[in-house]
C-alpha cells in the first residue's frame, strides 16, 4: 500500500510539473480583479441586504424569500442575464418566529436566553406555569404523569454539563496546518460499507426514534404548555436545531424551546433541589404552507466564444440558514462572495468565452436539497449515474460556505490532475495568503452534489475564524461576526478563477465517473 501511493504522489508530482510549464495566468487581468475586488468592494453592502434586512432565512421562510428576491433584483440591477428564481422541487412548509419571550418568575425574575426549535407551535398566547420535571426512561414510565401536564412547562433532566474550552475562539491556519494539507496524498476510493440493518447501532437508534416519537405525542395529547430543551453552548451561544418536520404531512409536536445551557441547568438545578420555579412564556410562531416548492437563485453573463460558450462554469453557496440570527457565517458570507465575484467581472467588462453562472441554493441545511435538485434536473442521477446531455458542458463548480474566513486555498476532492492548474492561479494572491492547494476532500456543503455526478467540484479552504465555536447555527450569526477585509479577499480569489477557467482552452480535468449510489432501505 505505501509503494502504491508512493507511485501516485511522484505520479502527481511529475503531472504538476508538466502542467505547471504549461497553465499561464493573464496577470493584467488579474490586476484588474485585485483593483475592483479590493478597492471598490460591495460584498459588505451585499452581507447586510441578506442578513440585517433579510433576517433570519430558514428554509421556505418568508426571510429567505426575501433575501432571494432582492439578490434577483440585484443581479439584474448589475447586468446579469437570466436572472431568476429555478424551482428544484417539493420542499415542504416553511417557518418563522413571530413572537418569543420566556422568563423565570420565581423564585426571582430572570429573562432567560431561548430560541424556538424550528417547525414547532407557539404557545397560542401567554402562559404561566410552575415547570414539572420529567423523568421517563420508557413509555411506561410516562403513565404516571397522565392528567398532570396540561398548559404546565417541563423540562427533562440530564446528565449534560457546560464543557469549557481552553483553546481561543478565533483561530486561522497556521502556515504548519497549511504544509500538512498541501502534503497530503491521493487515498483510494473506500467501499462503501454494506448496510446491516441489524446492527446494534440501528437497534439503538430504532428504539430512541420509538422512544421519542412516543415521548412526543403523549405531550401532544397531554396538552404540554411548552417544553425546555437544553441547546448546545457556553456562554450565551446558542446552537439552533428543528423540533419538527418540515414536511407538509407532519404530525404535531408541542411547542418547544433550545434553552442556553446556562439557564437551563440553573432551571434544572433548582427543581432537582425541590425549590419552586414558575416561568411565563409567550412563543408565536407561524407555518406558511402557501408554497411548498423550494427555489435556487441563478443568473449569468453568457459566454461570448462560438465553440465554448455553451459551457459553463459555475459559482454558488446556499443562501438559506437557521433561525437563531441571521445566518451571517452560515452562509450569508458565501453567498456575498460570489454575488460579488459576479459583480467584479461584470464592472471590469469581462467578455467570457465560456458562460459563467452563479447559483445561490435553498435548503442545504436540511440534506443540500437546492443543490442536488438542481444537479438531478440538469446533469444527473446519482442513485443509476444516468446522465444528462448538460452534465458534458459543465466545466467546474466553485464553493464557498465555511464562514467568513479568507481564503487559503482549495480542496482538490481528489481530482489531482486540477492541483498544478489551480496551483497557478493561487500563485498571485500569496500575498494575500492564499496558496495552499491539498489532493483532501472536505465534505458538509453543496460541491458534493456536484462531485456525485462526476462534476469537477470544489470548495475553498478557509481560515475558520470563530465558525465552530461560536456562530455555526448559533445565536450569535450575525452581520458583527463578518470579517470584512477576508471578504474581499474571498471575493477577488473566486472572481479570478471564474475569469481564468472560462478562458482555459481546456476544460477542468475531471475524475473517474463514481459507481451508481443506489439509495438504502
Known amino acids: 500500500m505505501k509503494l502504491k501511493l508512493l507511485y501516485t504522489a511522484l505520479a502527481v508530482t511529475g503531472l504538476a510539473g508538466s502542467a505547471l510549464a504549461q497553465e499561464t495566468v493573464d496577470q493584467a487581468a488579474v490586476a484588474k480583479i485585485r483593483e475592483e475586488g479590493l478597492n471598490h468592494s460591495k460584498v459588505m453592502e451585499t452581507a447586510f441586504y441578506l442578513t440585517d434586512v433579510s433576517g433570519p432565512r430558514l428554509a421556505n421562510s418568508p426571510g429567505l424569500k426575501r433575501a432571494q428576491a432582492w439578490a434577483v433584483n440585484q ?75 396540561a398548559g404546565k412547562i417541563v423540562i427533562f433532566d440530564t446528565k449534560n454539563t457546560l464543557k469549557r474550552s481552553d483553546k481561543p475562539d478565533l483561530a486561522r491556519y497556521t502556515d504548519e496546518q497549511l504544509a500538512q494539507m498541501a502534503a497530503a496524498t491521493p487515498q483510494p476510493a473506500g467501499e462503501r460499507r454494506a448496510f446491516d440493518p441489524n446492527s446494534p447501532q440501528m437497534a439503538a437508534r430504532r428504539k430512541a426514534m420509538v422512544m421519542r416519537a412516543a415521548m412526543s405525542k403523549f405531550l401532544v395529547d397531554e396538552k404540554v404548555g411548552l417544553i425546555l430543551a437544553q441547546g448546545r453552548g457556553t456562554d450565551g451561544t446558542t446552537f439552533t436545531t428543528n423540533g419538527a418536520s418540515f414536511a407538509d404531512t407532519a404530525k404535531a409536536v408541542a411547542p418547544e424551546l433550545e434553552t442556553s ?10 427543581v432537582k433541589a425541590g425549590q419552586k420555579v414558575e416561568m411565563e412564556a409567550d412563543i408565536k410562531t407561524q407555518f406558511i404552507t402557501d408554497d411548498l416548492q423550494g427555489y435556487n437563485v441563478v443568473a449569468e453573463i453568457p459566454g461570448t466564444d462560438k465553440k465554448l460558450k455553451d459551457q459553463v462554469v459555475t459559482i454558488g453557496g446556499h443562501l438559506d440558514s437557521w433561525h437563531g440570527a441571521t445566518g451571517a457565517t452560515d452562509n450569508a458570507a458565501g453567498s456575498a462572495v460570489m454575488l460579488e465575484a459576479m459583480r467584479i467581472l461584470k464592472t471590469i467588462g ?24 438542481y444537479v438531478a434536473a440538469h446533469f444527473g442521477n446519482p442513485a443509476t449515474m444516468e446522465l444528462k446531455p448538460e452534465q458534458a458542458k459543465l466545466d467546474a463548480y466553485y464553493n464557498l460556505d465555511n464562514g467568513t474566513g479568507k481564503i487559503r486555498g482549495i480542496y482538490l476532492q ?84 471564474v475569469y481564468n477557467t472560462s478562458e482555459r482552452k481546456e476544460m477542468i480535468p475531471r475524475k473517474e465517473l463514481p459507481k451508481a449510489q443506489p439509495a438504502r432501505n
Open 350 to 373: 469581462f467578455k467570457p468565452k465560456r458562460t459563467i453562472r452563479i447559483a445561490l441554493w435553498s435548503s442545504e441545511e436540511q440534506g443540500l436539497f437546492g443543490s442536488r435538485g
Open 414 to 497: 481528489g481530482d489531482s490532475a486540477a492541483g498544478p492548474i489551480f496551483q497557478t492561479w493561487l500563485n498571485p494572491f500569496k500575498d494575500l495568503g492564499a496558496g495552499t492547494v491539498t489532493v483532501g476532500n472536505t465534505g458538509g456543503t453543496d460541491h458534493l452534489s456536484f462531485d456525485a455526478v462526476g462534476l469537477p467540484g470544489f470548495q475553498f479552504i478557509q481560515d475558520s475564524m470563530d465558525y465552530g465555536t461560536r456562530t455555526h447555527h448559533s445565536n450569535q450569526d450575525t452581520y458583527d461576526r463578518l470579517s470584512e477585509d477576508d471578504l474581499k479577499q474571498a471575493a477577488t480569489i473566486v472572481a479570478s478563477f
Open 261 to 270: 445551557g446556562e439557564d437551563f441547568l440553573r432551571i434544572l438545578r433548582l
Open 75 to 149: 443581479l439584474k440591477t448589475w447586468g446579469m442575464a437570466n436572472a431568476k428564481l429555478e424551482p428544484w422541487g417539493k420542499f415542504g412548509k416553511g417557518w418563522e418566529v413571530q413572537k418569543n419571550y420566556a422568563a423565570i418568575t420565581v423564585p426571582y425574575y430572570h429573562a432567560i436566553i431561548a430560541i424556538p426549535k424550528a417547525w414547532t407551535p407557539g404557545t397560542n398566547g401567554p402562559i404561566k406555569s410552575e415547570v414539572v420535571l420529567l423523568k421517563a426512561d420508557s413509555v411506561a414510565e410516562l403513565d404516571k404523569y397522565k392528567g398532570k401536564l
